[in-house]
């Protein structure tokens, strides 16, 4: 019988867990010194390994003989476990087992101390999925566990267990894992199973999966249905990709404006049943890569013969110019994923961005134009304008940095992380840009809650983030395709709002 590669390679030990190293650590680290929590709360993407993590824990704790908090393997316990023969470990999906009745049968299940072994592990997936009365009985048994029980719950969606739960939980936050760490899982399996493979489709396999493990190895598995050999091209097929190397040929004729090129591309996408929307989105996705790479920020999940052809790309393209391909692919990438007929919207749209970008250059200062709102004002931005432009670099804020201050933003509040997340940050000597492609975001941002506390918690995220003394600065860029409009509502709120202190909101006209 054929078992699935995600099965037959599930970890059996804590050092078998991929990509997950510092809870692995400190669990390892609760059993060995027999400072095992009863009740653990596991968050995290889809495929990350908590429910593998809850198990091999359920079976360490269990182990008549760990060796440094990992269980054995050999005893009894282990193998009763393994083999699913001793009734020590309890998995309930409460996707399926949601309800006030199942949880009582549990407590009631609870009372009872182990036929074998030291403890009973309840394991509850998706554990935000319970009723509300199945979660306060589940809380009145938190809060007096037996000795004998351990609760593990895992869930996709953190935000949906009710505070009261997650109090009485030692809580883990499992990571996406790198698309790096799987490619090299991935590799190393393959090499066990004494599968041939080309390097390159492995990659493509764990870029696909997302950071989720188990997806990674399904998709394995249904290549391996095509061919026992995994190739680039089966990959591609399955996955429904179109390869770097045409995406990248794809970007080259936009920067030499090769018309026929383009609708050649497109067509060859076509004729090959692919995805059209998928394609525009995977031009994005490399677009991104290569303004990352322009302004010199590390991009680890690329091969390495991917990221040297990515540089000579980048290379041949202007700043300014890749940026501006970067917007426009950006809009272009939305307006096809609702056309209702993508391949015309994929056409129009990336000749007219060819033909945009050629012979047109945006200067950085064109970006950040200030409105014309009083003369005073205006006098002062583009004196400021001319000392920037003097000390030269506009660089797009590091990734890292931008992360830290949504992450600063989130603690504080949730929603304005997700409309500040929209905007592209970019750096100056003194100063942090925040550029939107369109208003909604912006116009948010200013009409929550009061003006002055939303510029307070800017302020506080910035300076928490980056330090002390930085100018930050708001604009909405708009398209240059779009019609010319009056100048925006939110942006004249703004103005009222923000004065031209540290925090202020400018706006480019539009040509
Ligand atoms: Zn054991």
Redesign the pocket.
């Known amino acids: 019988m054929y078992l699935a590669l995600y099965r037959k390679w599930r970890p059996k030990t804590f050092s078998e867990i991929v990509g997950q190293e510092t809870i692995v650590k400190i669990l390892k680290n609760a059993v060995a010194t027999m400072q095992v929590a009863h009740a653990y709360l596991f968050s995290g993407p889809r495929g990350t390994g908590k429910t593998t993590t809850a198990k091999v824990l359920a079976?360490a704790v269990n182990?008549?003989?760990?060796v440094e908090g990992e269980?054995?393997?050999?005893?009894p316990?282990?193998i009763g476990i393994n083999n699913q023969s001793l009734l020590n470990v309890f998995e309930i999906d409460a996707a399926s087992n949601r309800g006030i009745d199942e949880i009582r049968e549990l407590r009631e299940s609870i009372k009872l101390v182990p036929a074998q072994g030291k403890y009973k592990v309840y394991i509850i997936d998706e554990v935000h999925m319970l009723t509300n009365e199945a979660f306060n009985a589940l809380l009145k048994t938190l809060e007096e566990p037996p000795e004998h029980v351990i609760f593990i719950l895992a869930t996709t969606e953190f935000n949906k267990v009710p505070v009261t739960i997650v109090s009485r939980c030692q809580r883990f936050d499992f990571k996406r894992i790198s698309t790096k760490t799987i490619w090299e899982h991935l590799k190393n399996i393959a090499e066990k199973e004494k599968l041939q493979y080309e390097a390159e489709a492995l990659h493509l396999i764990a870029e696909a999966s997302e950071g989720g493990l188990r997806d990674a190895l399904s998709l394995m598995d249904q290549i391996l249905v095509f061919n026992p050999k995994i190739t680039v091209e089966d990959t591609l097929k399955v996955l429904g990709f179109v390869s770097w190397r045409k995406i990248l040929e794809l970007i080259s004729a936009i920067r030499e404006n090769n018309q026929l090129k383009i609708i050649n591309e497109i067509a060859e996408v076509v004729e090959r049943g692919l995805d059209v929307k998928l394609f525009v989105q995977q031009i994005l996705q490399y677009v991104r890569y290569l303004n990352l790479i322009k302004n010199g920020i590390e991009v680890e999940e690329l091969m390495p013969e991917v990221l040297e052809k990515l540089r000579s790309e980048a290379a041949l393209w202007e700043e300014d110019k890749l940026f501006l391909l970067w917007d426009d692919i950006a809009r272009l990438e939305r307006e096809v994923r609702y056309a209702s007929f993508p391949r015309i919207w994929a056409e129009v749209g990336l000749l007219k961005v060819a033909r945009n970008l050629e012979g047109k250059l945006l200067k950085p200062a064109t970006i950040l134009k200030p409105v014309e709102d009083s003369k005073e004002e205006s006098k002062k931005e583009k004196q400021k304008l001319n000392e920037e432009k003097s000390l030269g670099a506009i660089n797009l804020l590091k990734t890292s940095e931008w992360q830290e201050v949504l992450q600063k933003t989130r603690e504080i509040s949730p929603p304005l992380a997700i409309h500040l997340s929209k905007g592209i940050p970019f750096k100056t000597a003194d100063s942090i840009k925040i550029v939107f492609t369109d208003e909604e975001p912006l116009n948010w941002i200013i009409h929550y809650k009061k003006g002055s506390q939303v510029k307070a918690i800017i302020k506080e995220v910035f300076t928490e983030a980056l330090g002390e003394g930085l100018k930050i600065t708001f604009n909405v860029k708009k398209h240059s395709l779009e019609e010319k409009t009056d100048e925006p509502k939110a942006l004249k709120k703004a103005k009222e709002l923000f004065g031209d202190d540290k925090v202020v909101i400018i706006n480019k006209e539009e040509e």
């Open positions: 079976k182990c008549e003989h760990p269980p054995c393997n050999q005893c316990s282990c």
